[in-house]
């Protein structure tokens, strides 16, 4: 059974500062990774995918991965309340196109 | 561009009705088609998943079925609901984009 894992939080960090979401995966093959975020009553919907180790970038938000320790992270830099989400980890099984296994999600409360 | 569509949104069913969610995708081709779902405060739950026309891998036993009866509409369906398949539903598509794209949800709530 592949499983990702994430702490369910809730994080809390005050407006402004850096939020850093961290995900472990268990299948090492693994090779495509991805990040959602999900409002309350919301669809998720992808804010990063990363696919080589190391850091990539999109305006507010890095991703970091390290295919070594099974490590997936989530920067997001001067963080705002509408930031305030459940984020979740996702990652696609080696071998396949078809699957993509979700950890549980971490709850960020992003405080004024 | 593709768009995804996902109905209904909201929907409260007795215990042993039946049950058909439908979902759609416009803008590609032969797309991979899921049906996910998320009790409350829980990951997403890989239900069924689909490559092709006639097609659907199950992931897990349980009282629902699905059916890709076009190439771009996939159906989640029960015969007779439970309590425990009260949820919000979530239907994602998949291309050579390599991510998955979400419908905007169907919250189940079985009484």
């Known amino acids: 059974q592949k499983e990702v894992e994430q702490n369910s939080g809730p994080l809390s960090v005050p407006e402004g500062a850096i939020a850093s979401l961290n995900c472990t995966y268990s299948d090492r093959g693994s090779q495509s990774f991805f990040w959602y975020r999900q409002y309350s009553g919301k669809s998720p919907e992808l804010i990063m995918s990363?696919?080589?180790?190391g850091d990539k970038e999109d305006g507010r938000f890095t991703a970091q991965l390290n295919k070594a320790s099974q490590y997936v992270s989530l920067l997001i830099r001067d963080s705002q309340p509408s930031d305030s989400a459940t984020y979740l980890c996702a990652v696609k099984e080696a071998g396949t196109a078809s699957k993509l296994t979700f950890g549980t999600g971490t709850r960020l409360q992003v405080t004024l | 561009s593709q768009t995804i569509h996902q109905w209904p949104a909201t929907l409260v069913q007795p215990v042993g009705s039946p049950l058909s969610l439908e979902c759609t995708v416009e803008g590609t081709s032969n797309p991979n088609l899921y049906w996910y779902r998320q009790a409350a405060g829980r990951g997403l739950q890989l239900l069924f998943y689909s490559v092709g026309i006639g097609q659907i891998s199950s992931e897990v036993p349980q009282n629902l079925s699905a059916s890709r009866p076009q190439d771009r509409q996939f159906i989640l369906s029960s015969k007779k609901l439970l309590l425990s398949d009260s949820g919000f539903y979530l239907c994602a598509w998949s291309a050579s984009q390599g991510f998955w794209t979400f419908g905007q949800g169907t919250r189940l709530t079985v009484v």
């Open positions: 990363i696919y080589s180790n």
